[in-house]
């Protein structure tokens, strides 16, 4: 039996469709140890804290020059695409830009790195 692999990556941003060409994201739960003063000398305990997500990914350049002024993005949609029609899809919800910097390959490709953060994850 074959795998199944995420098919491609798009990010919505006003309605229009922007390609990623490579994709890293970060969940943190917002745990955190309480420390007390108890006999054992240990933590006795956690505090749930607010679950944020952490992106990290690369689009391509255009040559027209149509890209949006990614430090000003907010509300935007990043979707992966399973291959199979029966798998969901897996989508980072309230998108917003907190740095923004060019990358250049040998290949002759030239990226946008940007870092973003998402107010929500769903799978649909």
């Excluded at 804290?49 to 255009?62: C, D, H």
Aim: glycine share 8%.
């Amino acid at each position: 039996m074959a795998e199944k692999f995420v098919g491609h990556i798009v990010m919505t941003v006003d309605g229009r469709e922007i390609e990623v060409v490579s994709f890293n994201a970060s969940r943190s739960t917002g745990k955190k140890p309480v420390a007390t003063m108890n006999r054992k000398k240990r933590i006795s305990g956690h505090a749930q804290g607010l679950t944020t997500f952490e992106l990290s990914l690369e689009v391509a350049i255009p040559l027209d020059g149509s890209e949006p002024d990614w430090a000003t993005i907010e509300d935007a949609k990043i979707t992966l695409y399973p291959e199979g029609h029966d798998d969901q899809r897996e989508s980072y919800l309230g998108c917003a830009c907190t740095s923004v910097s060019a990358a250049y390959r040998v290949d002759g490709e030239a990226v946008r790195s940007l870092s973003m953060f998402a107010l929500d994850y769903v799978r649909e």
